[in-house]
């Protein structure tokens, strides 16, 4: 066996990487500042791609990033002035862990959370894997 082959081989046992060919691509956020804001123009659309509700990533980039976000319609608005290459990584960091299945490596997932309890499951309806979302 070639040194590509077992190359190969190895990236086919990677978990999250299954060798289906058919890679997800994490959307791009189009931003832009203004004055001391950032303005994410096309935020709905990219929550409509990941399949979650614009409010929970929005909590997070807030949290994230220890500013206010506010949703204007398509759009969301972090009061801070933030590069659009740092917003963008944050936000594949959330698709990492929450959408992303760490399994299949799918992002046809949903996030299951408990009343009263802290964790929250990530369920991937593609291969049924089960995680924890921090
Ligand atoms: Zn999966």
Do not use: W
């Amino acid at each position: 066996m070639g040194y590509e082959e077992l190359l190969e081989e190895a990236y086919a046992k990677m978990p999250g990487k299954a060798g289906s060919g058919e890679r997800f691509e994490i959307p791009v956020l189009d931003s832009f500042n203004e004055g001391n804001k950032t303005m994410l123009k096309n935020f709905q659309a990219a929550c409509t791609k990941i399949r979650r509700a614009p409010e929970e990533v929005s909590k997070f980039l807030s949290k994230e990033f220890a500013t206010p976000a506010t949703l204007e319609n398509e759009r969301l608005v972090l009061h801070r002035k933030l590069r659009s290459d740092v917003v963008n990584k944050k936000f594949e960091e959330y698709v990492q862990g929450h959408v992303i299945c760490k399994q299949c490596g799918k992002p046809d997932t949903h996030i299951l959370s408990e009343p009263g309890q802290r964790a929250k499951t990530l369920v991937c309806e593609a291969c049924g894997a089960r995680g924890v979302v921090r």
